[in-house]
């Protein structure tokens, strides 16, 4: 265990996974606490918070576990002000919640179309509302919000208010990033390219024949040869959490293998 977050602690939402493996939370909540961070593992579903503080705690880690529905406000607050009565406070904020629904503008009905813009942007806020004053009394902070490579171009699906509400993600990061900049609070968001996580076989699987076939085109759309794993992401929030950042703020980083810089791939 390193200590570049020694005595800090993060609160990161969505710290469960969707599946077996590790999804991109999970791996994030448990490379804070390898880097020496208290972490506060919250999720939606109580178990799913609480295997990712047994994995830490199991490494030698401090954790704890809340559940929280980070699509309601209140339920938000009462997460934070637990957090901080049992640890002490909130160094790091991490969001890592976010849904897919496939369709366009015709085939997307209202309640989906709803649904996204309240998971997948509205924690941006609500996060941001109850951690903020928090940083603030301490003298700040680090932000990270795990948006996507959808957000700043066609990635090949077919998910219209995703593509969206990971732009408005971008430009939320950016807006929080600069009105807090002189009061010790940095926010950055990280764009994952094709990653290889238990979200994929949920949410992603559909759109092909087979999961073989949809890990072979996926695989094969990375200029470097693969997908990105969990800890791929992980490794770039702990760096954007760290000092090693500490004159980083308002980035959107793709961690892409290079996707981004790849001509489209149109499927």
Known sequence: MADRLKGRTAIVFGAGSSGPGWGNGKAAAAAYAREGAQVACIDLVQEAAEETASIIAGEGGGAIAVAADVTDTGSVERAVTQVVERLGGISILHNNVGVTHMGGPVELSEEQFEAALKLNIGPIYRTAKAVIPHMLRQGGGAIVNISSLAAIRWTGYPYFVYYATKAAV?????????????????????????????????????QYASVEEMVAARNAAVPLGRMGTAWD????????????????????????????CAVSEFR
């Not at 609070?185 to 390219?193: E, F, L, S, T, V």
């Open 170 to 206: 971008n430009q939320a990061t950016v807006a929080l990033a600069m009105q807090y900049a002189r009061q010790g609070i940095r926010a950055n968001c990280i764009m994952p390219g094709l990653i290889d996580s238990p979200l994929i076989y949920r949410q992603i699987s559909g």
């Open 233 to 260: 992401v992980a490794n770039a929030a702990v760096f954007l959490a760290s000092d090693e950042a500490q004159f980083i703020t308002g980035v959107c980083l793709p961690v892409d293998g290079g996707q981004s």
